[in-house]
């Protein structure tokens, strides 16, 4: 049996914040704004596995509201997710990710990201696919006023 799941997150840029996609720490003088670090790719990530699994999204596991979550490492986040569907029998086959943002251009970073997802989830590299897609100088992500991310991931139970 497998199940699919999507996830999405947006975030604003802002001055004074570190850039943080997929773990990696990306150069750019602005960083995205949120309550944790603000990863997109984590948060999207953390939300398609628990919605796969039928477990809700990344808000009812850690609201912004929960002072405990103020700057945390978005990987605890996925940590917890992979073991709450472990626990339910699930493992991930692969893992698909589109992050939208005009700057700063991704294209020399998409191979760290690929490898460190891999890493955090257990998956050979030909199982993780990062893909980066400008705003086309439209919308909140084309005025480089935001960045989101959209993931799609398949889990198999054996």
Known sequence: MNRVGIGHDTHRLEAGRKLILGGILV???????GHSDADIVLHALTDAILGAAGLG???DAFPD???ANKDVDSSIFLQHSLAQIATLGWHLINVDVIIFAQEPKLGMVKSRIRDNLARLLSLDGSCVNVKAKTGEKVGFIGRVEAMSCQVVVLLGRS
């Open 65 to 67: 509201t929960d002072a």
């Open 27 to 33: 150069e750019y003088p602005r960083g995205l704004a």
């Open 57 to 59: 999204d990344i808000g």
